[in-house]
């Protein structure tokens, strides 16, 4: 069974940075693109970047230009370096496979607030 742990959110003022990590148990990163999703309540899950073996990234068009994906494939772990945060980015964050969640089980994520 895979699991998922996020970490490195916080509150923050708009226009601050913060950096999230997911540490994943199995060797996934290899074979997997993965990506972050973020979740506020009454809404799905909407994917904003992802990352493939190749490390071709991508990313949603509300993200692009201020957040960074990465991962270290030895470690297990992904990171998303979020830059010029914006009140809308406010939200709980969480890591699984992309463009597809196939993993069923989801960390408890990590809350990342926006706020002056």
């Known amino acids: 069974q895979v699991q998922f742990v996020e970490s490195g959110g916080g509150l923050v003022q708009p226009g601050e940075s913060l950096t999230l990590s997911c540490a994943a148990s199995g060797d996934l990163f290899k074979i997997l693109t993965m990506g972050w999703y973020r979740q506020t309540p009454g809404n799905q899950r909407e994917l904003v970047a992802s990352i493939d073996i190749i490390y071709t990234t991508d990313y949603s068009h509300s993200v692009k230009g201020r957040f960074t994906i990465s991962k270290d494939n030895d470690k297990n772990t992904l990171h998303l370096q979020m830059n010029s945060l914006k009140p809308e980015d406010t939200a709980v964050y969480y890591c699984?496979?992309?463009?597809?969640?196939?993993?069923?089980?989801w960390g408890q994520g990590t809350q990342v607030i926006v706020s002056s």
């Open positions: 699984n496979s992309a463009p597809d969640p196939v993993f069923p089980e």
